[in-house]
């Protein structure tokens, strides 16, 4: 590859558009281009490495949180995008975690019903678990979740229900629909409805190990890109 490039022969490489590549200079993910004399940008190699590390950042943390980053590696700041790094690494770390305690609990919750109902209010279970009240009161609509009422027409949430509200969590994490995550909720109020719920956890855990090494892709390319003199490439002011 030459040093100096057009926006046409650095899209080639990936399959883009010479816009694509203008698009993602003027967004900041890639550095400014210098010019030449009659105005056509230049890109360079730190720009071919720039633009490798964003398209695999995107699918190792969603493509907002790699636009942090590139326009922190971008700005020099990078101290602050290793750190936006670090918070996807332990997201993840998070999720597996979650994972594997849902795993282990619910075929035993879903086999044997929990004994009585509890009486956490809306705002109690919504602490509990991390949501927003509203986002209870979607699911419901959704029909994940089946509180009772009291007498005074408050929501009541039982033990099943605070069973089905972490399952939705966990499940939403893992960017499943509700139509989705209602058809599993409903399998698991059911006696022996755990194959559906296996099926969508299973799923998951692909889809982590997946997030998992295209981190690891991602890390050397971002290696590639900070191991590059700024002087290749302009930074933007």
């Given at each position: 590859?030459?040093?100096?490039?057009?926006?046409?022969?650095?899209?080639?490489?990936?399959?883009?558009?010479?816009?694509?590549?203008?698009?993602?200079?003027?967004?900041?993910?890639?550095?400014?281009?210098?010019?030449?004399?009659?105005?056509?940008?230049?890109?360079?190699?730190?720009?071919?490495?720039?633009?490798r590390a964003f398209l695999a950042l995107v699918p190792?943390?969603?493509?907002?949180?790699?636009?942090?980053?590139?326009?922190?590696?971008?700005?020099?700041?990078?101290?602050?995008?290793?750190?936006?790094?670090?918070?996807?690494?332990?997201?993840?770390?998070?999720?597996?975690e979650t994972l594997d305690s849902v795993e282990i609990a619910v075929?035993?919750?879903?086999?044997?019903?929990?004994?009585?109902?509890?009486?956490?209010?809306?705002?109690?279970?919504?602490?509990?678990?991390?949501?927003?009240?509203?986002?209870?009161?979607?699911?419901?609509?959704?029909?994940?979740?089946?509180?009772?009422?009291?007498?005074?027409?408050?929501?009541?949430?039982?033990?099943?229900?605070?069973?089905?509200?972490?399952?939705?969590?966990?499940?939403?994490?893992?960017?499943?629909?509700?139509?989705?995550?209602?058809?599993?909720?409903?399998?698991?109020?059911?006696?022996?409805?755990?194959?559906?719920?296996?099926?969508?956890?299973?799923?998951?855990?692909?889809?982590?190990?997946?997030?998992?090494?295209?981190?690891?892709?991602?890390?050397?390319?971002?290696?590639?890109?900070?191991?590059?003199?700024?002087?290749?490439?302009?930074?933007?002011?």
């Amino acid at each position: 590859m030459s040093k100096s490039q057009r926006p046409v022969d650095l899209a080639r490489e990936h399959g883009l558009s010479a816009q694509a590549i203008r698009n993602y200079e003027a967004d900041g993910v890639l550095p400014a281009a210098p010019r030449t004399a009659s105005g056509y940008r230049v890109y360079t190699e730190r720009h071919a490495a720039a633009l490798r590390a964003f398209l695999a950042l995107v699918p190792a943390f969603g493509h907002a949180t790699a636009r942090t980053i590139m326009r922190a590696i971008v700005r020099g700041e990078i101290d602050a995008a290793l750190r936006t790094i670090d918070a996807g690494h332990a997201l993840l770390l998070r999720d597996r975690e979650t994972l594997d305690s849902v795993e282990i609990a619910v075929p035993v919750a879903a086999e044997t019903p929990p004994p009585g109902r509890g009486n956490l209010q809306i705002g109690e279970l919504a602490h509990r678990i991390g949501v927003t009240p509203a986002t209870l009161r979607t699911w419901e609509v959704a029909g994940i979740l089946t509180p009772s009422r009291d007498r005074t027409g408050q929501r009541v949430y039982g033990a099943d229900d605070v069973r089905d509200a972490q399952l939705a969590h966990l499940l939403r994490r893992g960017g499943y629909r509700l139509d989705h995550i209602a058809t599993v909720a409903a399998r698991v109020r059911a006696s022996g409805g755990t194959e559906a719920l296996a099926d969508s956890l299973a799923q998951w855990r692909e889809r982590l190990t997946a997030r998992g090494r295209a981190m690891l892709t991602a890390a050397a390319r971002v290696d590639e890109l900070l191991s590059r003199s700024p002087a290749e490439g302009s930074p933007r002011p």
